[in-house]
Structures are given as structure tokens and as C-alpha cells.
């Protein structure tokens, strides 16, 4: 589209109805996470979030202490 912008994470969810809910978190760094049940696909939705703000394509390192 020309705008400059790109998906650099996707976290996909999927929660049928009776069925065991799964989470995939993946990024561009080269993360790639998958869990599978309510605990484990909450843990990692909660992880992905925080991975936002730790992610080396995210974060700018200009002018960090050496």
C-alpha cells in the first residue's frame, strides 16, 4: 500500500466452543510460541503483550549505554 508499515507480530487465538482453546504467538525476531489450554493460551497472550516492548524490531537502542 506504500504506507511503510508491516506486521511485525501476530498472536492468533482460537477458542471453539467445547473444544481446548490454543494460542501462537509469533514475531519477526524469530519468535515462535504455541500453547495449548486455558492457563497456558492466557499465559502466552500475557506474554505476547510483553514481548512488545522488549522486541529488538521494536525497540530502539539509540543512545542505550554500550
Known amino acids: 500500500m506504500g504506507h511503510g508499515r508491516y506486521v511485525i507480530a501476530c498472536l492468533t487465538i482460537s477458542a471453539p466452543r467445547g473444544a481446548v482453546p490454543t494460542a501462537t504467538s509469533i514475531c519477526a525476531c524469530g519468535r515462535n510460541r ?3 489450554g486455558h492457563r497456558k493460551a492466557l499465559a502466552l497472550i500475557e506474554d505476547h503483550t510483553r514481548h512488545r516492548d522488549l522486541c529488538p524490531l521494536r525497540t530502539h537502542q539509540e543512545g542505550a549505554a554500550a
Open 34 to 36: 504455541f500453547a495449548a
